[in-house]
């Protein structure tokens, strides 16, 4: 009779404690799908993200943090050994700003709006990404022991995954013991090195978890022995985004109205364009212009420009009388479908003829060349780009390609954006972003921006296009060049219109050689740029 086998009998394993959490603000599944798309959407927090993980670990998780405290009605901390002890600097920061007032004056504005906390937890962000890097807070070394100790936990979460996979060939083996076909010998031998694989294993983790919590000791001493004064600016940091959160809205809509694809942005490009308004205040004030400047413009054009010449060539929907087609007139005939006429003619349903006037007709493109050299710093570059933006927006109701060369002094400060280029002569945001922030300084040349220009009207076989140049004029222009301009202007019959800037000093002569009207903004002023809309749109 064959002899009875005992099931091999393992011993009770210590395996280490480790969370997985990096988070110390608990969280729903509605909070990560939020913050996950915000990234995802958002290039700039990408970014953010990617810059702070090189230098303290999970940086991530820090700005997801500040979201959440920013942006959830109730915070509930983690317990301390609920997250890793690699994150203990973002707690010692999160302690320090969020009870503080001007935080809570700022949740106040941010609370359940997505985009108003992402915008402001990333300006908070970056002001600890300048606290780190200035390494007032911690020094190199200590940033350096930080780094150990994340290391140190991933060293010991490779431990417990070696006792965990001892642990299942110790099951697979008890498994195979229940086996009578199996060998005593090879039983006993199998026993025996799954022992010393157990040891071994357990040995080290217990070893690394050892060392794990005396760096996590010393590190948390280092950190709260550290210059937390430097967390003081994120305490005023908040408390300017307190007074500017709102502030920053009001632009943002403002902005992506007077720029946006018929007003309509993506949450990334919202957030995007709050960052860049909360480090660039001019931006907000540069749409306001914009805005007013452009209902200027089209109020003068209403009232100074009588109808060109225009043909009907489609049929749409709307309620002018004057232009619908003889089969709904034909209903006023009938006292029933009088009814129905009327009805249609104040939802303006009613068919009539699609006109494409004179503006519509195949204009050249339009070309603005800027001066943003040093001489035209503050005021003046604010409302040169304030009408170039404006001209834009005649340029895509006339249906124009609009090209912006921004100028100053030599080939490297020279920036060209094509401003509308999508369909229907749509605004690229992005591109007027660029355009409204780009300021090199210098001197200031006009041969290469008018050069530049010339290549676009030469390049689309286009006549009927326009130069504006804005600038304060203080350049000279070769008669070689001279010469050449002029030929050029009678060759593909375009027009040259200036923008005199004359605040402060400027210069009148160079630019009457070559334009052929000349505009002196003298206080730049909505009146005075009432005149300058007048001459350009006739």
Known sequence: MARSRK?????????????????WIENDSYDRRAWSEIVAEAPAIGELIEAGSHLVPHFGPLLQDLFLALFKYNLVWQKPDAVRKSAILNRTILESVIPSRSFEILKSRTLLEEDKASIAANVLGEQV??????????????LLDLWDLAHQEEALERNIEALKNVAELEKSAQDQALNPAAADKDQDRLKKNLDQLKEAAERAAQVAEARLNQ?????????????????????????????????IAEDSHEFSREFGQGGRLAAGDRIELGRRLARNKRLGELARIVGRLKHEARAVKHRTLERGIAEAYDIERGSEIGRLIPSELVALLHPALARDFGRRLIEGDLLQYRLRDDEQKGKGPMVVCIDVSSSMQG??????KAVSLTLMDVARRQRRLFRAVLFSSGDESLRVLDLNRERRYQ????KVIEMAEYFPGGGTDFERPLTRALELIEDKKLKRGDIVIIT??????????????????????FSIFAVLVDMGSSELSTL???????????????????????????
């Open 7 to 23: 099931p091999l009998k393992s011993r009770r394993v210590y395996v280490p404690a480790l969370p997985a959490e990096t988070l």
């Open 129 to 142: 990404l300048e606290t780190i890097r200035s390494e007032k807070m911690l020094n190199r070394r200590e």
């Open 215 to 247: 760096k996590a000791r010393a590190v948390e001493s280092q950190i709260g022995h550290s210059n937390h004064g430097e967390l003081r600016r994120m305490e005023l940091r908040s408390a300017e985004m307190a007074g500017e959160i709102d502030r």
């Open 379 to 384: 005021d003046k570059e604010l409302w040169a």
């Open 427 to 430: 605004p690229e945001l992005k």
């Open 472 to 493: 304060d004029g203080e350049s000279q222009i070769s008669p070689e060049f001279l010469h050449h301009l002029q030929e050029r202007k009678r060759e593909l019959e």
């Open 512 to 538: 009457a050689q070559f334009s052929d009207r000349v505009t002196s903004v003298k206080k730049l002023t909505t009146d005075t740029a009432r005149d300058i809309f007048i001459k350009l749109q006739t």
